[in-house]
């Protein structure tokens, strides 16, 4: 609740208090809610905070997302391990210097994102990805043709609705 006051004061006058008495918030509430219950990750508390202040955010604010999507970045944070939020993290916090983070999608050969994860195999690695990429967060490429050991030169990319879902988990 103390994370959810606090967002709420950065948001003051952007805020809908009507929007509080209505069916969408009170189900958002209730999914962000078992979310916060069942986790004691940092990340995952602020993601489901974030997604309630956003819910209630005025109509015609540029930050407002959908309900629907708000109701998917929900479920994303009640159903991803901890892992795969690590590793989405990744994605967003500047894993290649000089890369142009102004793009909403970028890749990276999953080689690269191994190196970023060297107490996790390959196997558990690719198992995250996939986690990620069920939810449409990351999106894992096909193997080439020519294969390489451990998965290496498959590519994995973050996906505009990742990133946006990313916001979430470092706001």
Do not use: W
Request: overall charge negative; proline content about 5%; hydrophobic content about 40%.
């Amino acid at each position: 609740m103390e994370l959810l006051r606090s967002r709420l004061e950065e948001l003051d006058d952007r805020i809908d208090v009507e929007a509080v008495d209505k069916d969408d918030f009170a189900e958002l509430f209730k999914s962000c809610y078992l979310s916060i219950v069942r986790s004691h990750r940092e990340e995952k508390l602020r993601a489901a905070t974030a997604i309630l202040a956003n819910l209630l955010l005025r109509e015609g604010d540029p930050d407002k997302c959908s309900y629907t999507e708000l109701d998917h970045f929900s479920r994303c944070v009640e159903t991803l391990s901890s892992g795969a939020v690590e590793v989405l993290g990744v994605f967003v916090r500047d894993p290649e210097p000089g890369l142009d983070r102004t793009m909403d999608s970028y890749r990276l050969n999953f080689g690269r994102v191994q190196a970023l994860f060297p107490q996790y195999s390959a196997d558990l690695l690719m198992g995250l990805i996939a986690e990620l990429d069920r939810a449409n967060l990351l999106h894992r490429g096909s193997a080439p043709g020519i294969e390489t050991p451990n998965y290496e030169n498959i590519p994995v990319r973050i996906t505009p609705l990742g990133t946006r879902f990313a916001r979430f988990l470092l706001e």
